[in-house]
């Protein structure tokens, strides 16, 4: 774990470097790169992710906890670390604008991913209010 971690910022911290050097003469090339690297620690990151949610599983059913929940927070998760990963991309590219519709479609799938726990709140606050 840790030396993927080490290997992945030493590739990273190369990559900005070589391309801020690149940056004046390749700026194409350049974005190109910065995209590359960010996919690859993207695709790096997915392959731990069954883990993460074989620990997640293995503790929920010892708990005895609804499942349901902690799905939603789960994707809810993902939207984040996606939304915020494009929208990184995009802004490197230098369109703002772009990042800015994705933060924005990724905020409502949040809120619709969210209405089942919304509506299982009203529900528990109508039961103790009666």
């Known amino acids: ?27 194409e090339q350049a974005i190109m790169a ?6 690859f620690v993207f695709i790096l990151m997915l392959s731990d992710v069954p883990i993460i949610f074989g620990k997640v599983d293995e503790l929920i059913s010892r708990a005895e906890i609804d499942t349901d929940y902690l799905k939603i927070i789960f994707k809810s998760l993902g ?12 802004r490197d590219c230098g369109e703002n604008a772009i990042a800015s519709a ?23 606050v109508m039961v103790i209010m009666e």
Do not use: W
Not at 13 to 18: A, E, H, R, T
Not at 20 to 27: D, N
Not at 79 to 90: E, V
């Open 1 to 27: 774990m840790v030396t993927a971690l080490v290997s992945v910022c030493g590739i990273c911290i190369c990559v900005s470097l070589i391309c801020k050097i690149t940056e004046r003469h390749a700026k």
């Open 34 to 39: 910065v995209i590359g690297v960010c996919v």
């Open 79 to 90: 939207i984040c670390y996606l939304t915020q990963f494009s929208a990184d991309i995009c």
């Open 102 to 124: 994705v933060e924005i479609f990724g905020k409502i799938q949040l809120v619709i991913i969210s209405l089942p726990l919304f509506e299982s709140l009203i529900e528990n």
